[in-house]
């Protein structure tokens, strides 16, 4: 069974920092993309940043780029997100997920397999 679960998230200030986490069960993870995505409510899911399959490439949102980072440890099923400078509008439910889009599709949320539930990210001025 495929788990995935997010931590980290919380009620913070503009221009704090957050770094949050993702344990990923019953998956090869050296196998798979890893990404973050973040939803706030009546707006679309939107793509944050992702990590290829080999960890060799990462991808951002020009709204994220410089002040997020993700990265991966395959060997110990994680995936993080550090979020640096955050303002306002980056409050959101922020999901992790997983799968094998191709690279062109990597920041289509609807090409994702697996997903967490989420961790609240609230950024106040």
């Known amino acids: 069974q495929v788990q995935l679960t997010e931590s980290g998230g919380g009620s913070v200030q503009a221009g704090d920092s957050l770094r949050l986490s993702c344990v990923i069960s019953g998956l090869p993870l050296h196998n798979y993309h890893v990404a973050w995505f973040r939803e706030v409510p009546e707006k679309n899911r939107e793509f944050v940043a992702a990590?290829?399959?080999?960890?060799?490439?990462?991808f951002y949102s020009e709204s994220v780029k410089g002040r997020f980072t993700i990265s991966r440890e395959n060997a110990k099923r994680m995936v993080y997100l550090q979020l640096n400078s955050l303002k306002p509008e980056d409050t959101a439910l922020y999901y992790c997920?997983?799968?094998?889009?191709?690279?062109?599709?990597?920041?289509?949320?609807?090409?994702?397999?697996?997903w967490g539930q989420g961790t609240q990210v609230t950024v106040s001025l």
């Open positions: 997920a997983s799968g094998t889009p191709a690279l062109s599709a990597i920041r289509q949320p609807g090409m994702y397999r697996f």
């Open positions: 990590s290829s399959r080999p960890g060799a490439s990462v």
